[in-house]
């Protein structure tokens, strides 16, 4: 293989762009060049969306932002990415938290909520991968969540605050040492961990911020005798080095100069709000401001630090009131210029309304902290960007969604359809049915599709080391949670393996209801929202929408046509939509499925193409990890699984809930090492539900 520059972008794939993908390619990529703002590629389910926006960067040779609506997707897409550009840098920045509860005030009952959050620090140090690769390379793809429009400090600080080191160069040690205490490394010579270094005679070793290695460095005199990056265990060398950048510890860069400007100005405003509450005759507020902000700005003087830092942000920055931070997007901006880089907005139906409301949702809760005196004035400055503000700041934006919204359409040209799947594979057939008799048609369409084998060949070529589904499955849309629970059970009472899945269903039990679907311990699901977006089952043959004519936002055009997508991955596809009349979204959604059917049916008439079903072989490596413990540890981790899982959160002792939450943090921790992002999600959603409780008692 020819070797590849360090700025050179190359999709490596065992597949060509096929379908509509060449189609797409050049034209955005041609709207790209001639420097067209804003682009919408309308992409249907399974029709190789990312593989079109790899190939894309491919042919620009623009780094990118591609922004994701949660954790989840985003970390799909990274590892997605990184598939496609295994020698590019793929970087993933989301929020490093772990769980994360704001500081609040509630009036009507006058209660205060501290700030709490838990790191995690594998997620922190991708983040300073991220604005590091940033700085050094062209070939970058950032996939990120809406956490990038929160403020990161100052690039330009941030950038020219890095100490380069040349192997052979001459530096004093000890002004060196004083370099690394200016941006945020602190000393440490019993333990090393990130943010530190130690000093061992004439060696330094440092942890950075966006490596899991020590960079070790070795000086003769004051020359840099060499540099090596070592395991942070054995000491081992894993690489040496020529010449390497030391980053800031932290994204704040402050000097001991601004530090002192921005003390001197937080006192100012201070006295200015504490005189204003005391002429209001709000004694209490004056009081409780004084006091709070005083002891912050001790610990300031002292330490260069405070809890709520981020609060003075605004002031250390030296912003003025009311002027946006500087964020990821300011980082991309500086280092390739504003027309330099392409952003992506994956599901941008759902991501665009996740930027509008942002801004808002915090600055409501700064609000109400600053009105009763918990906060200066200034903290309402540390917030995310307006969507204004992230709208002027991206110059090129193409929008990616199988059902954009009005915006979408509305700022770019004719959407660039990508309708043509890769596979041949058609939109499902649809079916309107009467809710009369409804139950006896669902039932008996049940039982047609669970009794066809989806492909016999699997199971003749005597490999017992994966395991594929053998027969069909379905998916059953129900409006209320009461529905899914009561119309799975009716169906086990009639013989038929159900199971329901809802949003009080998280952490494990949801990927073993999953799982089990794949593995044939039963044939249909039954659920609410969840099976909309992000459900990839090849083996669902049939999606049933109950209550289709319900006009809502479970019911909306939108939400039909990712119900409707769900079956568009198996070559038997059909939808029934169970309704006494056809709303204006219905027939939409009925109208849009048929346009699209025809397009791929004549395409494949053309090219003599037969569809078929790809099946995937069933694996959960999180399911799997409790099959290679010890019969012991099984005896644990069942019994843990029964008290987190089935045991009602009310009925838990404190002890069930501290081990609880000790075992789910740790399958977490674990589940995010192995970018099993998905799933270290739902163990965080369940924890969340355990913490609060355990607060309770």
């Known amino acids: 293989m020819q070797e590849l520059k360090q700025d050179e972008f190359k999709v490596v794939s065992k597949f060509e762009p096929a379908g509509d993908q060449p189609k797409v390619i050049k034209e955005i990529t041609e709207r790209i060049k001639a420097g067209e703002p804003r682009q919408t590629l309308l992409g249907i389910t399974g029709s190789g969306k990312t593989f079109t926006v790899a190939n894309i960067i491919e042919q620009t040779q623009k780094p990118a932002l591609v922004l994701a609506p949660n954790k989840t997707l985003a970390g799909q897409l990274c590892n997605e990415f990184k598939e496609f550009f295994p020698e590019n840098r793929v970087e993933y920045f989301i929020s490093y938290y772990d769980y994360y509860q704001p500081e609040s005030y509630i009036p009507h009952s006058d209660t205060f909520i501290e700030k709490t959050a838990k790191v995690n620090d594998d997620i922190d140090r991708m983040r300073y991968s991220t604005t590091r690769s940033i700085f050094e390379r062209d070939d970058v793809v950032v996939v990120a969540s809406v956490s990038c429009i929160y403020g990161l400090g100052i690039p330009e600080l941030y950038f020219e605050s890095a100490i380069p080191l040349e192997l052979g160069k001459e530096i004093d040690l ?17 333990q090393i961990s990130r943010g530190l270094f130690r000093v061992r005679g004439e060696i330094v070793e440092i942890h950075q911020a966006d490596e899991e290695r020590i960079l070790r460095i070795e000086f003769f005199g004051d020359e840099i005798e060499r540099l090596a990056y070592v395991d942070r265990i054995t000491g081992e ?91 990821l997007i300011d980082y991309m901006n500086r280092r390739y210029g504003e027309d330099g880089w392409l952003c992506f907005i994956d599901e941008s139906h759902m991501g665009l309304p996740q930027l509008r409301a942002m801004y808002h949702g915090d600055f409501s809760r700064k609000s109400v902290l600053v009105d009763y005196g918990f906060r200066l004035p200034c903290a309402v400055d540390n917030r995310p960007l307006k969507y204004e503000e992230f709208d002027e700041r991206v110059k090129q934006i193409i929008y990616v969604s199988a059902t954009p919204g009005d915006e979408e359409i509305e700022r ?86 159900a199971r329901y899945l809802h949003s009080e269903i998280k952490s494990l039990e949801r990927i073993k209801i999953l799982n089990d679907l794949r593995k044939d311990e039963y044939d249909v699901l039954v659920g609410v929202n969840l099976l909309r977006e992000g459900i990839d089952l090849p083996e669902v043959s049939l999606v049933c929408i109950m209550d289709a004519d319900k006009e809502g936002y479970l019911r909306n055009y939108r939400t039909l046509i990712q119900m409707i997508g769900r079956a568009a991955r198996n070559a038997r596809s059909k939808v029934i939509l169970f309704a006494d009349k056809t709303t204006d979204s219905m027939a939409k959604a009925i109208d849009e499925t048929n346009r699209r059917r025809e397009l791929q049916l004549a395409f494949n008439q053309e090219h003599g193409i037969t569809p078929k079903t790809v099946l995937k072989p069933v694996s959960n490596p999180i399911l ?43 399958e977490m921790h674990n589940a995010a090492k192995l970018l099993d992002f998905e799933n270290a999600a739902l163990y965080r959603d369940h924890l969340k539900s355990l913490r609060e409780k355990l607060e309770e008692k």
Request: net charge negative; with cysteine; aromatic share 6%.
């Open 174 to 190: 000890k002004e060196f040492l004083n370099q690394l205490v200016n941006i945020q490394y602190r000393r440490n010579d019993t």
């Open 412 to 497: 770019s040209p004719e959407p660039t359809e990508l309708i043509i799947r890769p596979t041949g594979l058609l939109d499902p057939e649809l079916e309107i049915h009467q809710t009369t008799g409804q139950i006896d048609k669902l039932m008996e369409e049940i039982k047609l599709r669970t009794a066809r084998s989806l492909d016999p060949e699997l199971y003749s070529k005597g490999d017992d080391s994966v395991y594929f589904p053998k027969n069909e499955k379905v998916i059953v849309n129900t409006l209320t949670k009461k529905m899914a629970e009561d119309l799975s059970e009716y169906l086990l009472e009639h013989e038929i393996p």
């Open 237 to 327: 060398i894993l690489e040496l080095l020529d010449e390497v950048k030391v980053f800031p510890a932290k994204h704040y860069v402050t000097d001991e100069e601004t530090m002192e400007k921005a003390i001197e100005q937080i006192q100012q405003e201070l006295e200015e709000r504490v005189n204003e509450f005391k002429k209001q005759g709000k004694d209490v507020e004056a009081q409780r401001l004084l006091q709070r902000t005083k002891y912050d700005l001790e610990m300031m003087r002292e330490v260069g630090y405070c809890t709520g830092i981020e609060n003075y942000s605004r002031i250390l920055e030296g912003r003025a009131p009311g002027t946006a931070p500087k964020v």
């Open 624 to 666: 799997e990890a409790f099959d290679k413990l010890d019969e012991e540890e099984k005896v644990a981790a069942n019994a843990l699984l029964e008290t987190v899982l089935n045991k009602p959160i009310t009925q838990m002792s404190k002890r069930d809930l501290i081990r609880s939450i000790d075992k789910l943090e740790e």
